[in-house]
């Protein structure tokens, strides 16, 4: 029986029950995400981090939220109160919406009933995802624009843009996972890597989907939109009390979902490690979600260490990345792909494929010495025959001594 099939059986109070476990469990893991930043980053710094409220700062985060509810509720009187008040409720009820299509296990039994944890399975599945992120954009240009203040205007104009251009490269990179999987629907990707990961076998893939989802997000080094020296704090700049709360709350649980799809199209979902697949059963088929949440801590991970090690970048070298870099590459390997899938299908033999496979990457080994090469004569031909410039250097103390005339 396959998923659908299975998803198809569940009564509407079993589906209303997975919902609450998913609200639940994205509002714990950004408990704990916001917890476990700042212990990592500490520690890269070499500094303790939180370690006071609650066994080892555990419940630092908790008492932050408490803090924030507890806060005067400011709308600024320049402000479009219904717009200023829906911008973030949009932003956070679309982070958990992505949810809904993600296999967090395979088949389980919950309160009698066969099952799996995830509430639907559309065959556009993943398109799904993408359509309910550009969703959330319409949250944070609302909240730049309904401040009624430069600095918020400036900021989502500056953070929707970014968004919207990382989600092309992202849905680009995408289009591999779709060909190799002959399906757009979240469960069966995951059963297409029962024999390879397509990290492995889409690698391109996976890289441009890992950058892509890290300037989705506004994360460092491409939290460019919270530029503190340029735009104060961005698109939420007038916000504070619990609707600050809530983007706060979105930018985390959409961390969590974006490693959920990376985990889900790229690291084989809720399979285990290879190797270890015999503890799939274990627990009665429970213990695929802590497979599934070990994948999407490993992300997590790899935010954190982005956020601890590198410097953020300028604005207009990101944006120029994005189109200039990651969406052409994204469409070549395209190309790359559908034919090597072609060759494939039709019957070619592994010599054949392998012979394109390796002439595309001499190709574009030859490109780039050549695209370096030109460089490097560029930079160099303008200043071959111009002298280094003199500037007039005052006299040493004891240059004047021995010559009191000059």
Known sequence: MTTAQLLSQDPGWLIAVKGLFVFIGCVLLTLMSVWGER???????????????????????????????????LIPAAADKIVFIIAPIISATTCFMSFAVIPITGPVTLFGHKTAMQLTDLPVGVLYVLAIASVGVYGIVLAGWSSG????????????????????????????????????????????????????????????????????????PFDLAEAEGELVGGFHTEYSSLKFALFFLAEYVNIVAVSALATTLFLGGYHALPGLTFT??????????????????????????????????????????????????????????????????HGASRITVIGFASGIVLIVLLINIAYDSSRKRASEKPYADVAPPSFPVPQLPSERAENPRG
């Open 280 to 345: 799939e059963q274990w627990w009665g088929g429970w213990f695929t979600a802590i497979w599934f949440f070990f994948k999407v801590l490993f992300f997590f991970f790899i935010f954190v260490w982005l956020r601890g090690t590198l410097p953020r970048l300028r604005y207009d070298q990101f944006m120029k990345f994005g189109w200039k870099v990651l969406i052409p590459v994204s469409l070549f390997w395209i190309m790359i792909v559908s034919t090597l899938r072609v060759l494939s299908l």
């Open 39 to 73: 212990r990592i980053v500490a520690l890269m710094q070499m500094r303790i981090g939180p370690n006071r409220v609650g066994p080892f700062g555990l419940v630092q985060a908790l008492a932050d939220g408490v803090k924030l509810a507890l806060k005067e509720d």
């Open 149 to 220: 203040s430069t600095y918020p205007l400036l900021g989502g104009l500056r953070s929707s843009a970014q968004v919207i251009s990382y989600e092309v490269a992202m849905g680009l990179s995408l289009v591999a996972v779709f060909i190799y999987a002959g399906s757009m629907s979240t469960s069966e990707i995951v059963a297409a890597q029962q024999k390879w990961w397509f990290a492995v076998v889409l690698f391109p893939s996976f890289v441009i989907y890992a950058i892509s989802m890290v300037g989705e997000t506004n994360r460092a």
